[in-house]
Structure formats: structure tokens, C-alpha cells
């Protein structure tokens, strides 16, 4: 089974920062590429970032030097972390993996950057 449980979302004034955690089952972080989506209200999901098996990063324009995608493969854990958030970064975040054609979804954890 594959499961994906988000953690860590909140409200943050702007300028403030959160961590975000997703735990992953089994040994989906040193197999396969994880992702981080983002899904904000009247607008389509967006790859955030992802990181990939071997290390590599990548992000949105948008988020590019201000969020950090890493990886603890003995927690099963990714995690994004978000420095200067401002309210355009308000979504609900979604962690996200690929196996062969499947797409595997976590339940999402609401992040609110508010004054």
C-alpha cells in the first residue's frame, strides 16, 4: 500500500516561515521521485518542487530561493521548507509521487499566510 500523510501547514503571517512534513510508507523516498503540489483557490495544482532519488532539486519560479525541498530517507519523510511566505503562497499543499502510472496523492495540509 502507498500512503502519504501531510503535516506541518498552518497560518504564518508574511515574511514568516513553516515546514512542512509528508510521511511516506515503505520505501517510496529512496526508490522514486517525490514531489510537493500546491493547489490554490480558483487556480490548477502546481509542482512546487520535487527531489528526486538521487538528490536533485527542482522548483517553481515562483517559490525558487525561498523553499527547500529535502529528504530523510531512514524517517520516510520529505519535507518542504517554506522561508518569506506571502499570501500569494496560501494553497493547500499536496505531497505527491509517481509509480509507473499512478499518481499517489496525500491529503493535503492547508497553509494561510495572513496578516
Known amino acids: 500500500q502507498v500512503q502519504l500523510v501531510e503535516s506541518g501547514g498552518g497560518l504564518v503571517q508574511p515574511g514568516g516561515s513553516l515546514r512542512l512534513s509528508c510521511a511516506a510508507s515503505?520505501?517510496?523516498?529512496?526508490?522514486?521521485?517525490m514531489n510537493w503540489y500546491r493547489q490554490a483557490p480558483g487556480k490548477q495544482r502546481e509542482l512546487v518542487a520535487l527531489i528526486t532519488r538521487g538528490g536533485s532539486t527542482n522548483y517553481a519560479d515562483s517559490v525558487k530561493g525561498r523553499f527547500t525541498i529535502s529528504r530523510d530517507n531512514a524517517k520516510n519523510t520529505v519535507y518542504l521548507q517554506m522561508n518569506s511566505l506571502n499570501a500569494e503562497d496560501t494553497a493547500v499543499y499536496y505531497c505527491?509521487?509517481?509509480?509507473?502510472?499512478?499518481?499517489?496523492w496525500g491529503q493535503g495540509t492547508q497553509v494561510t499566510v495572513s496578516s
Open positions: 505527491n509521487v509517481h509509480i509507473f502510472t499512478t499518481s499517489y
Open positions: 515503505g520505501r517510496l523516498l529512496s526508490i522514486n521521485n
